[in-house]
């Protein structure tokens, strides 16, 4: 190595030096201490003394004696695979429309965008508000149109297509990315096309849809990785009620950890989350090469 | 025909905007409202009376002041930790030449997929018996909510101002290293003067992220007077649930910085979003 070289090199690890430390003590330490607390009974707070390693036993219980962890596994796994579709078509439809050239395009881009920007207690707040059976204006609009006025959050049945109808309002960020994505489709395939006297749905399918496909792609991972998230909105909104029916698996977690202190069977849960999430990302991935067009790239 | 779809779109654009913007409407004419007014039925959107007195209410009701407070010093804090080490960070992995760099920096991009859950229990642990180490409190104060922000931050952050620095021309940087200039100062004088709108992009969705964070909050702070304007609201709502009109103007402030913020850099939020999206 040149002497100029080892002076970059040492730079490079200097100026790289916060986040190597943050990945060693805040990310790849904890990892590890985490996976091994996973096999441990522990409240986190008392001494190590405490500490107890019990095996597999967490998983055992988890998986064979906790109907809370199969309901929250339940209910997160529905609410993925609900919401992840529903925004995703929203997302794509909203963005479609905006892309016909209309005038206003700024407006409605902001009003659809706004949403999405906006969390937290305060957005729940406005929902729980919303979505009152007796004064908020959903029940009201539906009791004008003489429609059937549902219990929303105080009905099991219910409860969760109110998060649902949430994740559904906050896809103006998914929706910008589509825009984005459409807006570098070049014209010349569209032209080629219609001269090929195909029709705007045979366009959609065969020009826009592949050459948007690896933006989908994008959107598909993170939105199931968020839709394993939610937190904030159950916990302020229902705590997990009523009848465990919005007991989502973040929420869960947290009790465990953060109200009951049972740090090993927390972390026996975070392990659980990841493989789950791990396992339908490469799900995706794989699936990516039937669907996903990359462009420069041959078709096979 | 093509007359027809236009104004289907249109219609269509409408109906879609008025959903997407009703709940802040609905919120806004509730936080102005008498108490009778807001359980009235039927509801009506316009205020009458208007009563301004809400919101002099909901601040009044909570320390409502220092919440505001220790939510700006922290979300502020934070935001220059990401920004100063983020962008070091970055620039090792854009430009700087060394061993095991393509490595980390795939490291990096994967453990943007790792749930935060799977981390948070034993840095929960560490913060906790830090203490007995030295001597000092971790949990109950700021350090935890703000020290990673010091550590590089979030990866995606890392990741955006990397391929902005990626974009600029290597030629003046080299240039200004042939007239003497030292790595650092080639990195304060030329790429952040350049950067401008990445470092833009960054400052506004991490203040934004680290505005709306409840969950840290919620795990690390246990006093009242230290406690963030997002517990404090959630705080209001167990103590004053009944009384909506406030609720909803306490909710009003609490997000009028983001939505202030939002109406002020929606450029570079647009950018950031499709540049992480796209390249992504």
Redesign the interface.
């Known amino acids: 190595m040149t002497k100029q ?1 080892r002076r ?9 030096s ?6 060693l ?3 790849a ?3 590890i ?2 996976f091994l ?1 996973s096999f441990t009974r522990w409240d ?2 008392s001494p ?1 003394s405490a500490l107890r390693w019990i095996g597999a036993d967490n998983y055992g219980r988890l998986l064979h004696q906790d109907p809370s962890f199969i309901k929250a596994l339940r209910n997160t796994g529905f609410y993925a695979m609900v919401s992840v579709p529903l925004g995703m078509c929203a997302a794509l439809a ?1 963005a479609l ?2 892309n ?1 050239r ?1 005038r206003g395009l700024a407006i ?8 999405s ?7 729940s ?3 729980l ?2 979505f009152n059976p007796s ?1 908020g ?1 959903i029940n ?1 609009v539906l009791h ?1 149109l003489r429609l059937p006025e549902p219990g929303w959050l105080s009905d099991e049945g219910t409860a969760m297509w109110v998060f649902i109808f949430m994740s559904v ?1 906050g896809v ?2 998914t929706m ?2 589509n ?3 459409l807006q ?1 489709v070049p014209e010349h395939l569209y032209e080629a096309a219609a001269l090929d006297g195909a029709g705007s749905l045979l366009r959609f399918r065969h020009v826009t849809l592949p050459m948007l496909s690896p ?1 989908l792609f ?2 598909l991972i993170m939105g199931i ?1 968020g839709s ?2 939610v ?2 909105s159950a ?2 909104m229902t705590g997990g009620g009523p009848n465990e029916a919005t007991l989502f698996y ?1 929420l869960y ?2 009790q465990k ?2 109200e009951q202190f049972q ?1 090993g069977y ?2 026996a ?3 659980i ?2 493989a789950i ?2 396992a339908l ?1 490469l799900l995706v991935i794989r699936s990516s090469k039937a669907w996903v067009h990359y462009e420069g790239e041959r078709a096979s | 025909m093509k007359w027809v779809s ?1 104004v289907g ?2 219609a ?2 409408i109906f ?2 008025v ?6 409407l ?2 806004l004419s ?1 936080s102005l409202k008498k108490l009778d007014g ?2 009235a ?3 009506s959107l316009i205020p009458n009376p208007i009563q301004w007195s809400n919101y002099h209410k909901a601040v009044t009701a909570l320390p409502f002041g220092q919440f505001l407070l220790n939510s700006a010093v922290i979300t502020l804090t934070c935001v220059a930790g990401q920004l100063v ?1 983020g962008a ?2 970055a ?3 854009a430009r ?4 095991g ?1 393509d490595l ?1 920096f795939l ?2 991009l994967s ?1 943007m ?14 913060w ?2 830090l203490r007995d180490f030295t001597g000092i409190d971790w949990v109950g104060t700021y350090k935890p909510l703000i020290i ?1 922000s ?3 931050g979030a990866p995606i952050y ?1 990741f955006l101002l990397r391929q902005f620095f990626k974009g600029i021309p290597i030629e003046l940087e080299d240039a200004a290293r042939i007239d003497g200039c030292s ?1 650092i100062q080639i ?1 304060w004088r030329i790429v952040l003067p350049l950067s401008r709108p990445a470092l833009t992009t960054v400052a506004v969705l991490s203040f ?1 992220g680290h ?5 840290g909050p ?2 690390y702070l246990d006093r009242v007077e230290k406690y963030t304007l ?2 404090g ?2 705080m209001f ?1 167990t103590v004053n649930g009944g009384f ?1 009109h406030y ?2 103007a ?3 402030l ?2 009028l910085p ?2 202030i913020l ?2 002020v850099a ?1 450029k570079q ?2 950018q950031g ?2 540049v992480t ?2 390249k ?1």
């Open positions: 070289a970059e090199a040492i730079e490079g690890v200097l100026f790289a916060p986040w190597l430390i943050g990945f003590v805040l990310t330490g904890p990892m201490a985490s607390l986190g707070i190590f909203l429309m905006l016909q209309v409605f881009r902001t009003i659809f965008y706004l949403p920007v906006v969390s937290g207690v305060a957005t707040m406005l929902w508000w919303l004064f204006g009201f004008s309002w103006g960020n910008l990315i825009l984005a994505g570098e933006t994008f959107n990785i394993f998230q937190f904030t916990y302020v973040v977690l947290y950890a953060f740090m927390a972390s849960m975070a392990w989350l990841f999430v791990l990302t | 236009r779109v249109y269509l654009l879609c905007s959903l997407f913007i009703t709940p802040f609905f919120a509730s807001v359980y039925y039927p509801p080490t070091l960070v620039y090792s992995f700087l030449r060394w061993p760099r980390m490291v990096l453990t997929m790792l749930p935060g859950q799977v981390t948070m229990i034993p840095t929960f642990i560490l906790t018996h990673p010091f550590l590089g890392i790595t990195f934004i505005w709306h964070d409840f969950m919620l795990i997002q517990l609201l959630r709502q909506t609720l909803m306490a909710s009003i609490v997000l983001v939505l939002f109406f929606q939020l647009v979003i499709t999206g796209i992504g």
